[in-house]
């Protein structure tokens, strides 16, 4: 077995662990958004540091961010190097199968700090042998959105206004007979589903939402913003 190649390691300024930390962000919402058959990693080459710092559907192989380097990694971290040296994306993607049969993908992104310098990589690895049925549930629309249910197209002001009012009232009712959701964030819910299906990207929908719900707008805006934030 070849000596882990201790090259990768370099000096962290705070710029460079805050640049780190972004990548953790960026590694769980991708996680969130890409499903169950994506495990995600963030890696970084400080000196003195945590090497995984973050780690997204890590059950899929069974890591935890407390577990050494693992010999597929320096192999990785030597691509990006080299790629890195000769002017080339920072970018390494292999097949790979593990000890226990299971399949996957990989795909390693070098994260450059400051002075140029490789101080970590984010690490894409699909899994080939999670079911195709898990991979869809993914991007599957959920069963309270309904494409059809607010008509756009219309001339009458009048019209236009009560087809909203419609699709809060619809939404409401949904929410509030599901003795699943807490009643102190049942409004909540109401602002999530009515967000994620776009009502509020049409004009004076937050306003029809407050008369509806006889709530504030900054109530709505308020839960609006916790939404993004999440």
């Given at each position: 077995?070849?000596?882990?190649?201790?090259?990768?390691?370099?000096?962290?300024?705070?710029?460079?662990?805050?640049?780190?930390?972004?990548?953790?962000?960026?590694?769980?919402?991708?996680?969130?958004?890409?499903?169950?058959?994506?495990e995600?990693?963030?890696?970084?080459?400080?000196?003195?540091?945590?090497?995984?710092?973050?780690?997204?559907?890590?059950?899929?192989?069974?890591?935890?961010?407390?577990?050494?380097i693992?010999?597929?990694?320096?192999?990785?971290?030597?691509?990006?190097?080299?790629r890195?040296?000769?002017?080339?994306p920072?970018?390494?993607?292999?097949?790979?199968?593990?000890?226990?049969?299971?399949?996957?993908?990989s795909?390693?992104?070098?994260i450059?700090?400051?002075?140029?310098?490789?101080?970590?990589?984010?690490?894409?690895?699909?899994?080939?042998?999670?079911?195709?049925?898990?991979?869809?549930?993914?991007?599957?629309?959920?069963?309270?959105?309904?494409?059809?249910?607010?008509?756009?197209?219309?001339?009458d002001?009048?019209?236009?206004?009560?087809?909203?009012?419609?699709?809060?009232l619809?939404?409401?009712?949904?929410?509030?007979n599901?003795?699943?959701?807490p009643a102190?964030?049942?409004?909540?819910?109401?602002?999530?589903?009515?967000?994620?299906?776009?009502?509020?990207?049409?004009?004076?929908?937050?306003?029809?939402?407050?008369?509806?719900?006889?709530?504030?707008?900054?109530?709505?805006?308020?839960?609006?913003?916790?939404?993004?934030?999440?």
């Amino acid at each position: 077995m070849r000596k882990p190649n201790r090259k990768i390691h370099v000096s962290l300024t705070q710029a460079d662990r805050m640049l780190l930390d972004s990548y953790c962000s960026l590694a769980t919402c991708l996680g969130s958004y890409l499903g169950v058959a994506y495990e995600i990693v963030v890696h970084s080459f400080g000196e003195g540091e945590k090497f995984t710092l973050e780690i997204v559907n890590g059950t899929l192989s069974g890591r935890t961010a407390d577990d050494k380097i693992p010999e597929t990694a320096f192999t990785a971290i030597e691509q990006l190097q080299i790629r890195q040296k000769h002017g080339d994306p920072i970018i390494s993607s292999n097949f790979g199968v593990r000890p226990d049969g299971k399949k996957y993908k990989s795909a390693s992104i070098g994260i450059v700090g400051s002075e140029g310098k490789l101080i970590g990589m984010i690490c894409f690895n699909y899994w080939l042998d999670v079911p195709f049925a898990e991979v869809i549930k993914s991007f599957a629309l959920p069963t309270y959105l309904d494409a059809a249910a607010l008509p756009l197209q219309m001339s009458d002001s009048g019209r236009y206004d009560t087809a909203i009012k419609q699709e809060i009232l619809k939404v409401k009712d949904a929410v509030m007979n599901d003795p699943e959701i807490p009643a102190k964030f049942k409004r909540k819910e109401i602002v999530r589903r009515l967000n994620d299906a776009g009502v509020f990207k049409v004009k004076n929908a937050i306003q029809i939402c407050a008369d509806t719900l006889d709530i504030t707008i900054a109530t709505i805006y308020m839960h609006i913003r916790n939404l993004d934030s999440n």
